[in-house]
């Protein structure tokens, strides 16, 4: 069990990867953001995952996107989640849940960090259509053959590291 520390319903952590940020990340955060005082945007360390960018250059990279909404704070965070989130004073996490396949692992989730410290919630919000096939492995999958196709999938700040990463397509397009 977490310390006996007070958290707030108004603090909120949304944590995941974000390697890289995608405007469906954004999309959750500015909908957290609207109704919660404070949102933790939580880069979580992954140990298991061949991540593209540092942990560090992806909090980063979110500090340069939330540079104007002060009530988004982007952290770097390692451990359980819900240890992070009654750290930071969290008294919900804040979950992206796109298609039926992602619930059973999110609900596994929740129920694990229910038992860890029942003080945190857990809400899910759903993107709109826009955003419900938006995910960070797609986007490296696209950046990797031809970084120039990724307008409108993530925002500038992201897509000027990852031309950099990536300056020239790794497969030439055809012309039609």
């Known amino acids: 069990m977490t310390s006996p520390q007070t958290l707030s319903p108004r603090v909120a ?32 360390k992954n140990p298991e995952k061949n991540p593209l960018f540092e942990p560090e250059e992806r909090v980063e990279m979110l500090r340069e996107v939330f540079a104007g909404t002060p009530q988004v704070e982007p952290v770097l965070i390692e451990g359980l989640t819900v240890d992070n989130a009654v750290r930071l004073g969290a008294g919900v996490i804040v979950r992206g849940l796109r298609l039926v396949s992602d619930f059973e692992s999110e609900l596994l989730l929740d129920m694990h960090n229910r038992r860890l410290d029942a003080r945190v919630e857990t809400i899910y ?22 970084a120039s196709r990724i307008e409108g999938y993530v925002p500038d700040a992201v897509m000027t590291r990852l031309k950099k990463k990536f300056p020239k397509p ?3 397009r055809e012309r039609g």
Do not use: C, W
Request: charged residues 20%; hydrophobic residues 45%; aromatic residues 16%.
């Open 13 to 44: 952590l949304y944590p995941g990867s974000f390697d890289p940020v995608h405007n469906g990340h954004l999309h959750v955060v500015g909908r957290a953001a609207r109704l919660f005082d404070k949102v933790y945007v939580a880069v979580a």
């Open 125 to 146: 919000m759903m993107p709109t259509k826009e955003f419900l096939y938006f995910n960070s492995s797609f986007v490296k999958q696209i950046v990797r053959i031809d």
């Open 170 to 172: 790794t497969f030439p």
